[in-house]
């Protein structure tokens, strides 16, 4: 059964920081990875997908790589800004079409201080 | 852009009543999903749906739930009696047929059960 680790749970950075958040896997035999950003009691924003036969993707200040091999995944965030303040989930598909379900870490939640 | 909706917002009810949350999916979108966040939980995957019919569901997704595609554009979930624990956010996604095979989710419904 695949189980999806992001840790730490929580992060407080100052403004202006460059920072990493973690997300690891323990079944390597994934389709894709998606990144997403929930602000509280709000909905699930997709970031950034990335096939499992890419090794990142990027998106304005942010970039996620990945290693499959081991089961690894990474969001960096450049130059942080109150802005970003918001739980950072990572989430992992093993197949497509109608079985593409999806299966959540926890979430990294993100505080930047100005 | 084109997006997920999702009705009501928020529900109250009472315990052993009937819910029907409602999710309108992106219109080119063939493959549907709900999923539910207890407070300060991971997202959990409930089910999804393709091709009128259910193409995978979790432990989770027991009689008590179920789901519907009524017409063209409605995807509906069902809980039949609700119990104190099926207090959560229920989220729907849908996605369309392609490489990428990205879920997009809608804004949640926040269901507390008293």
């Known amino acids: 059964k695949q189980e999806v680790t992001q840790i730490p749970a929580a992060l407080s950075v100052p403004e202006g920081e460059n920072l990493v958040l973690n997300c690891s896997f323990t079944?390597?035999?994934?389709?894709?990875l998606q990144w997403f950003r929930q602000d509280p009691g709000k909905g699930l924003t997709s970031l950034l997908l990335?096939?499992?036969?890419?090794r990142e993707q990027t998106s304005g200040r942010l970039n996620a790589s990945l290693d499959k091999s081991s089961g690894r995944s990474t969001l960096y965030i450049a130059a942080s800004q109150p802005g970003d303040s918001a739980t950072y989930l990572c989430?992992?598909?093993?197949?497509?079409?109608?079985?593409?379900?999806?299966?959540f870490g926890k979430g990294i939640t993100l505080s930047v201080r100005p | 852009e084109p997006e997920v909706t999702q009705t009501p917002s928020h529900q109250v009810t009472q315990m052993g009543q009937e819910v029907i949350l409602r999710c309108v999916p992106i219109?080119?979108?063939?493959?549907f999903y709900w999923y539910r966040q207890i407070l300060g939980q991971k997202v959990e995957f409930l089910v999804s749906?393709?091709?009128?019919?259910?193409?995978?569901k979790s432990e989770i997704f027991d009689d008590q739930f179920s789901v519907e595609r009524p017409d063209g554009s409605n995807f509906t979930l069902k809980i039949r009696s609700t119990k104190l624990e099926d207090s959560a956010m229920y989220f729907c996604?849908?996605?369309?047929?392609?490489?990428?095979?990205?879920?997009?989710f809608g804004p949640g419904t926040r269901l507390t059960v008293t």
């Open positions: 996604a849908s996605m369309v047929e392609g490489f990428s095979y990205e879920q997009y």
């Open positions: 079944d390597s035999a994934i389709y894709n």
């Open positions: 989430a992992v598909s093993a197949f497509t079409g109608a079985n593409s379900k999806l299966t």
């Open positions: 749906f393709y091709n009128n019919e259910i193409s995978e």
């Open positions: 219109s080119n979108h063939l493959y």
């Open positions: 990335i096939q499992s036969s890419q």
